[in-house]
C-alpha cells in the first residue's frame, strides 16, 4: 500500500456501544426477566419471557462487533464510511475552512446517526459526549462524534489551514 493511501487517522466506532440504544435493550431485557420472575412466582409459565431475555442479551452483546462508522484521514480528504448500506461520505480536505472541536449534543443518551441532514447540520456519531466540526467552503457544518477528538483535531488543524 502506498503513503498515498495510507490513512494518517482512522478511528471505528461500533453500534454496540451506543448508550442509549443499549439502555433500550437493557431495560427490554430486565422487563421480560421481571415478567418471567412474576409469572414463575404466581405459578405460571413464563418461559417465553425468560427466553426474550436471553436473546436480547445475545444481541446486544453481538451489536459490539457491528461496526456503526469508520472515520479515516488521508492527506487529502476525510473518509466516513458507514454501514453496509451506507455511501462512503467524502470531504476534500482543500475545502475545509474552519475546524473546532466541540461537545456533540447537550444530551448525555443520542441515536447513533450516519450522514443525518438535521437544521443544517450534517452529523455522524455513535458514541463519545465530544465531537470534531468542520466547516467546509460552501458553509456546511459537518459535526463528528469521535471517542479521540484531540488527536482528530490535531490532525485536521495539521492538514488544512484552518
Not at 426474550?52 to 472515520?71: A, E, N, P, Q, R
Not at 450522514?115 to 452529523?123: A, D, E, K
Not at 469521535?146 to 488543524?157: I, Y
Request: net charge positive; hydrophobic share 40%.
Amino acid at each position: 500500500m502506498s503513503t498515498e493511501q495510507t490513512p494518517i487517522f482512522e478511528e471505528k466506532q461500533y453500534l454496540g456501544y451506543n448508550q442509549l440504544s443499549m439502555l433500550r435493550r437493557l431495560s427490554l431485557a430486565l422487563f421480560c426477566f421481571g415478567l418471567y420472575w412474576w409469572k414463575v412466582t404466581n405459578n405460571h409459565n413464563g418461559d417465553l419471557f425468560f427466553l426474550l431475555g436471553v436473546i436480547i442479551i445475545v444481541i446486544s452483546i453481538l451489536l459490539l462487533f457491528v461496526l456503526h462508522l469508520k472515520i479515516r484521514v488521508f492527506k487529502t480528504y476525510i473518509e466516513l464510511d458507514g454501514l453496509w448500506t451506507t455511501r462512503r461520505v467524502s470531504i476534500e480536505l482543500k475545502d475545509i475552512v474552519k475546524v473546532e472541536r466541540k461537545k456533540y449534543s447537550s444530551y448525555h443518551l443520542n441515536n447513533a446517526v450516519f450522514n443525518l441532514h438535521l437544521s443544517g447540520l450534517v452529523r455522524f456519531y455513535t458514541g463519545g459526549n465530544e465531537a470534531v466540526e468542520i466547516t467546509d467552503t460552501n458553509g456546511t457544518p459537518y459535526r463528528i462524534g469521535t471517542q479521540r477528538p484531540v488527536e482528530l483535531e490535531k490532525v485536521l488543524r495539521e492538514l488544512t489551514t484552518a
